[in-house]
């Protein structure tokens, strides 16, 4: 079986699972990928790739504090609504899964019908979100589509907010993003406008290449050691391991009735 249903912490979950061992893990509690591993050489012990904050709620009760979080339809405070939107607090349906071409793969959805009440009101637009995730060798593949079925048009952002894993954020480079290559020595939470090709993310042990289209900027976050020890959900010493690089739309876009977007992301070794 490609994709079998799990608990993750408390929260229902899909573990995808590729013919050649390549796994991930997704919470329906914010369609939220919270572990990726890559197919590992034969023998080899498969490494976990997302970095998961020991002290992150896995009960539904607050967003989860790791992996790739959908942000939707708002960005951080850019907005008058919920801090990074309701997406990543919502439970979302699994609408297909299985296995195409050798990877495993699952896409889940949310729409006005699944908001609480509270977050449909606020937000009083009709929509589809869709998520696909995809696994298969040391590649990861995610697109998020948004619908709009209404008869308004909407104002949305929209990103995914992946923690990479890594261990010494001080050893991190990336290039792609500016001029120079970007190191982190402190607390860091910048936008990058217009990413015109793709991200190279040196994680201290591994090259990776960071790939997205739709999403037009990327952000990149690492809250330092003052932020972090006034995060209650993350222990003092974590902000050390993780970095955030996020493919976003910041936007805001607007979609019109019958319009769809779609941003797509791709993870793979840098050769
Ligand atoms: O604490 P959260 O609501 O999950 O936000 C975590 C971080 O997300 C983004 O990277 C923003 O740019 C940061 O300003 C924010 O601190």
Redesign the pocket.
């Known amino acids: 079986m490609s994709v079998s249903t799990i608990e993750y912490g408390q929260l229902p979950a899909l573990l995808l699972r590729a013919p050649d061992g390549a796994e991930a893990t997704i919470t329906l509690y914010g369609a939220h990928l919270v572990s990726w591993k890559p197919a590992a050489a034969t023998g080899a012990p498969a490494q976990e790739r997302m970095f998961m904050s020991r002290l992150s709620a896995l009960d539904g009760s607050r ?1 989860i504090r790791g992996g790739v ?1 959908v942000i939707f339809p708002q960005f ?1 405070e850019r907005g008058e609504g919920t ?2 939107g309701f997406a990543r607090t919502s439970t979302w349906r699994v609408l297909d899964s299985g296995e195409q071409d050798g990877a495993a793969f699952a896409v889940l959805g949310l729409n006005q019908g699944d908001l609480s009440p509270q977050a449909s009101s606020a937000w009083a637009y009709a929509f589809e979100l869709a998520l696909r995730v995809a696994v298969h060798g040391a590649e990861l593949a995610m697109a998020l589509e948004v619908r709009n079925i209404g008869t308004h048009p909407f104002p949305f952002a929209a990103a995914l ?1 992946t923690y990479h894993l890594v261990e010494d954020v001080e050893a991190v480079r990336i290039a792609g993003l500016q001029a120079e290559t970007l190191a982190i020595t402190d607390k860091l ?1 910048q936008v990058f406008e217009g990413i015109a090709g793709a991200i190279h993310f040196d994680n201290g042990a591994d090259k990776l290449l960071l790939q997205q289209s739709g999403f037009t900027d990327a ?1 990149v ?1 690492n ?1 330092g050691a003052a932020d972090a020890a006034a ?1 209650a959900d993350m222990d003092d010493e974590e902000y050390r391991n993780f970095v ?1 690089i ?1 493919p976003a739309l910041l936007g805001p876009a607007t979609l019109e009735p019958g319009g769809v977007w779609r941003g797509e992301y791709r993870i793979s070794p840098a050769v």
Do not use: F, N, S, Y
């Open positions: 967003a979080p951080a801090r990074h907010h939470d952000v976050w809250p995060l955030c996020e």
